[in-house]
């Protein structure tokens, strides 16, 4: 039992700390962008189709799924190619980018750098050469009705799967948006409670004090070579590191469950233009790191408390599974969403996968980008994912073979502070 609830409040302190902190950082800093661009940002997007490849794959890249949201409503309204989509999905990083770039930077750069080239050329390629997609959506849409809801389904034009009309567009701007710029992650409005908004203000306000005291302390353990941390709480450097770490995740497990709701703009994963205010800025960016943090103490306590009740090698494991490595991780890419992509992102961080399976998760996830597609036309967001998911099983599978014998690296632990 002692063992149970110190890995309990080790993995609920450390996650805070040594990925939390940071994700808060990054998030905030593209969220004031968009803020001080006023949505300027979109506007030249849509003035400069040509490029759109390379722009949906700079998009992606940005670290969560804000860059890679706003996307698709350009798709929708037609400003932008379907090669631009693919680009913008093969290229997504999503919340699992911040895992990877607190716990290993190195591996970071590599494996979204090769996202990014695969995003580029393959989107480039899409829009030049087609590579089947019209008969994918063809197959795709034999399977099933597409339910489009005021969009057209047509055959393959130009460089588009699917035509849409204004409605159809109107209608993915306000899934991505919502009506009023305030909904929480499920949609609903912001509910109405004086006490309860309260509450929720307050936890906000020390919630960036705990962040900003967890990333000073997240710096110090890094510039100290990552020691170990005893669990005490007095005014030492390890009382700051506990109690950022355990009182961080804390309000950041209220705020994602409960403060939402009340507080507004607790759209996790859906994109807006821009923000209206500093505080609409910072309340993103909170909610935002919120749910990272709830996915990665889940995915710590996971992999710990599995090691511990069936004394598996998962890194064992994984590494007998071979060239199936990197095929379950661009599997698991497919589950829409960044939950999933954040479980395999740290579980490559504890040595339990190797990298060729962190690039073909890279490659394949979409995170939370698609669901927009998909409630506007699902064979497009289905036809979409397919053509994310073949170049990640091609480059996951290659590098499997060729990452260590020619480039003399590691494939577990590459990169890992």
Same mark, same amino acid.
């Given at each position: 039992?002692?063992?149970?609830?110190?890995?309990?409040?080790?993995?609920?302190?450390?996650?805070?700390?040594?990925?939390?902190?940071?994700?808060?950082?990054?998030?905030?800093?593209?969220?004031?962008?968009?803020?001080?661009?006023?949505?300027?940002?979109?506007?030249?997007?849509?003035?400069?189709?040509?490029?759109?490849?390379?722009?949906?794959?700079?998009?992606?890249?940005?670290?969560?799924?804000?860059?890679?949201?706003?996307?698709?409503?350009?798709?929708?309204?037609?400003?932008?190619?379907?090669?631009?989509?693919?680009?913008?999905?093969?290229?997504?990083?999503?919340?699992?980018?911040?895992?990877?770039?607190?716990?290993?930077?190195?591996?970071?750069?590599?494996?979204?750098?090769?996202?990014?080239?695969?995003?580029?050329?393959?989107?480039?390629?899409?829009?030049?050469?087609?590579?089947?997609?019209?008969?994918?959506?063809?197959?795709?849409?034999?399977?099933?009705?597409?339910?489009?809801?005021?969009?057209?389904?047509?055959?393959?034009?130009?460089?588009?799967?699917?035509?849409?009309?204004?409605?159809?567009?109107?209608?993915?701007?306000?899934?991505?948006?919502?009506?009023?710029?305030?909904?929480?992650?499920?949609?609903?409005?912001?509910?109405?409670?004086?006490?309860?908004?309260?509450?929720?203000?307050?936890?906000?306000?020390?919630?960036?004090?705990?962040?900003?005291?967890?990333?000073?302390?997240?710096?110090?353990?890094?510039?100290?070579?990552?020691?170990?941390?005893?669990? #005490?709480?007095?005014?030492?450097?390890?009382?700051?590191?506990?109690?950022?770490?355990?009182?961080?995740?804390?309000?950041?497990?209220?705020?994602?469950?409960?403060?939402?709701?009340?507080?507004?703009?607790?759209?996790?994963?859906?994109?807006?233009?821009?923000?209206?205010?500093?505080?609409?800025?910072?309340?993103?960016?909170?909610?935002?790191?919120?749910?990272?943090?709830?996915?990665?103490?889940?995915?710590?306590? *996971?992999?710990?408390?599995?090691?511990?009740?069936?004394?598996?090698?998962?890194?064992?494991?994984?590494?007998?599974?071979?060239?199936?490595?990197?095929?379950?991780?661009?599997?698991?890419?497919?589950?829409?969403?960044?939950?999933?992509?954040?479980?395999?992102?740290?579980?490559?961080?504890?040595?339990?996968?190797?990298?060729?399976?962190?690039?073909?998760?890279?490659?394949?996830?979409?995170?939370?980008?698609?669901?927009?597609?998909?409630?506007?036309?699902?064979? *497009?967001?289905?036809?979409?994912? #397919?053509?994310?998911?073949?170049?990640?099983?091609?480059?996951?599978?290659?590098?499997?073979?060729?990452?260590?014998?020619?480039?003399?690296?590691?494939?577990?632990?590459?990169?890992?502070?």
């Amino acid at each position: 039992m002692s063992e149970i609830v110190n890995i309990f409040l080790a993995s609920v302190r450390d996650g805070f700390v040594q990925v939390s902190a940071f994700v808060a950082v990054t998030v905030l800093l593209f969220s004031y962008v968009q803020y001080r661009t006023g949505g300027r940002l979109v506007e030249k997007l849509e003035e400069n189709r040509r490029a759109g490849p390379l722009v949906g794959a700079l998009m992606g890249l940005t670290p969560g799924c804000g860059g890679a949201i706003v996307m698709m409503p350009l798709y929708v309204r037609g400003s932008v190619s379907f090669g631009t989509v693919v680009a913008t999905l093969i290229a997504t990083a999503g919340d699992a980018a911040f895992v990877i770039l607190a716990l290993a930077p190195e591996a970071a750069l590599y494996s979204y750098g090769i996202a990014f080239a695969t995003a580029v050329l393959f989107g480039y390629a899409v829009d030049r050469f087609g590579l089947g997609v019209s008969r994918v959506d063809r197959a795709v849409r034999n399977i099933g009705t597409t339910v489009t809801d005021g969009g057209v389904s047509a055959p393959m034009t130009g460089n588009k799967v699917h035509h849409y009309d204004e409605a159809a567009a109107g209608e993915v701007q306000g899934l991505v948006c919502g009506a009023d710029g305030h909904h929480d992650h499920d949609g609903d409005s912001v509910r109405e409670s004086s006490v309860m908004r309260s509450l929720s203000l307050a936890a906000l306000a020390a919630w960036w004090v705990a962040a900003a005291v967890g990333l000073g302390a997240g710096v110090v353990y890094l510039l100290r070579g990552a020691p170990d941390v005893p669990m #005490v709480a007095d005014l030492s450097f390890a009382g700051l590191f506990t109690v950022a770490g355990l009182v961080g995740t804390t309000l950041s497990a209220y705020l994602y469950f409960v403060g939402r709701k009340y507080v507004g703009h607790g759209d996790v994963g859906h994109a807006r233009d821009t923000f209206g205010s500093v505080f609409e800025t910072l309340t993103h960016a909170a909610m935002e790191t919120s749910f990272v943090t709830v996915w990665v103490i889940a995915a710590y306590l *996971a992999y710990e408390y599995g090691i511990l009740f069936t004394g598996v090698d998962i890194g064992g494991l994984a590494a007998a599974a071979g060239v199936l490595a990197p095929i379950a991780g661009a599997v698991v890419g497919l589950i829409p969403g960044c939950g999933p992509q954040i479980v395999l992102s740290t579980a490559y961080a504890q040595g339990a996968i190797p990298f060729s399976a962190l690039v073909a998760n890279a490659i394949s996830q979409d995170g939370d980008a698609l669901f927009p597609l998909i409630a506007i036309d699902k064979t *497009a967001a289905v036809v979409a994912s #397919v053509y994310t998911t073949v170049p990640a099983l091609v480059v996951g599978v290659v590098l499997h073979y060729t990452w260590t014998a020619v480039f003399g690296l590691p494939q577990f632990g590459f990169g890992v502070l």
